[in-house]
Each structure stands twice: as C-alpha cells, then as structure tokens.
C-alpha cells in the first residue's frame, strides 16, 4: 500500500508542472505584451512588371515603450502583392512612421527560404539614408487598414545584362560570386 502513497505526490508535481508549462505561455502570449497591428498591403512592380520574392521592410521612424519591437516586412508574390507581417502571417505593423527598404534577392537554401545573392535593384532601394528621400517611401501607419500605392521601381539594362551574366557564370558559396 506505500507504493499508492508514493506515487501520489509525483503525479501531482508532475499535472502541476504541466500546467504551468501549457497555462504560462499562453498567459505571456494573450498579446498584452506585443503592439496593436494594423494590415499593410501593396505591391511591387519593377520596370512596370509585378516582381515576385522581393522582401520589403518597414523601418521604424519613432520610439515606443513596447516591450517587443518587430520589424513589419513581406515578400512579394508573383503579382507583386504583399502583407506586412510583424507578429503573425499578415497581420499587418504598429501605428507609426516607417521609411520603407526594398530588396530582391533570389531564394536560396535546400528549402528554398533564404534570400541570398545580388540585389536585383542594385541597392537602390535597400538602405534608408537611399529611400527616405524617396517619394512614397516614408509611410504612416494609423488605426485603421492601409492600402499603399504600388512601388514603381526601376532596374537599369546593364544591372539587368550583368545579372544575367552573373547566374551563366553559376552557383555560388556566398551569393556574391561564382565558386572558384
């Protein structure tokens, strides 16, 4: 009859320990701690066609007292449509000012998840000392859905030409070159 007396105390440690494990999360998770979202969409077009996989960024313009600070971003489709994600799939970015950055590097990775190699706009569009001036490129998020413009952006024919080049040269370690 011991073995019943002993076993007792272990299961309740053991329930109270999983309690805490599933009920802690979710109490830290309930979104007290993360700012309100608001959804962001757009869409990308370069030389006027949409632009599949470019990664655009929101870069904070303000200070908050936020105990979590994400940074808003998307990747494009192959309509060149997006939706800022902060904290989950498209939920959108906190109220604020944002000057925008745009990249378009191809996928990379055994599952096709990274994006490495040469920017396809040159860096044009992918510092915010280069885009702030930029028009369209400093946006307001407010309480409410924001729907911004499309992004008109450019790539010259010879960074066209020299990409080009730059794949029938082949893979590369770093995304910078080809192997030696």
């Given amino acids: 009859m011991q073995h019943l007396y002993t076993f007792r105390p272990v299961r309740l440690t053991?329930?109270?320990a999983l309690a805490l494990v599933v009920l802690v999360p979710a109490?830290?998770?309930?979104?007290?701690?993360?700012?309100?979202?608001?959804?962001?969409?757009?869409?990308i077009l370069v030389n006027g066609q949409p632009a599949n996989d470019c990664q655009i960024y929101l870069n904070r313009?303000?200070?908050d007292n936020s105990a979590v600070r994400p940074k808003p971003q998307a990747v494009t489709n192959a309509e060149?449509?997006?939706q800022i994600t902060s904290?989950?799939?498209?939920?959108?970015?906190?109220?604020?000012?944002?000057?925008?950055?745009?990249?378009?590097?191809?996928?990379?990775?055994?599952?096709?998840?990274?994006?490495?190699?040469?920017?396809?706009?040159?860096?044009?569009?992918?510092?915010?000392?280069?885009?702030?001036?930029l028009p369209g490129f400093v946006i307001k998020v407010e309480r409410q859905p924001l729907v911004l413009p499309p992004f008109e952006l450019k790539q010259s024919a010879d960074l066209k030409r020299q990409l080009e080049?730059?794949?029938?040269?082949?893979?590369?370690?770093?995304?910078?070159?080809?192997?030696?």
Avoid: H
């Fill in 14 to 16: 053991l329930r109270a």
């Fill in 27 to 43: 109490a830290c998770s309930d979104g007290r701690n993360l700012s309100k979202v608001y959804p962001v969409k757009g869409k």
């Fill in 61 to 63: 313009t303000f200070e």
């Fill in 80 to 82: 060149g449509d997006y």
């Fill in 87 to 133: 904290f989950y799939a498209n939920d959108g970015a906190p109220e604020g000012e944002y000057v925008v950055t745009i990249e378009w590097r191809e996928r990379s990775g055994l599952t096709k998840q990274d994006f490495e190699g040469l920017d396809q706009l040159g860096g044009a569009y992918a510092k915010v000392e280069k885009t702030k001036g």
């Fill in 165 to 180: 080049a730059a794949r029938k040269r082949g893979p590369t370690l770093s995304g910078q070159g080809p192997i030696q």
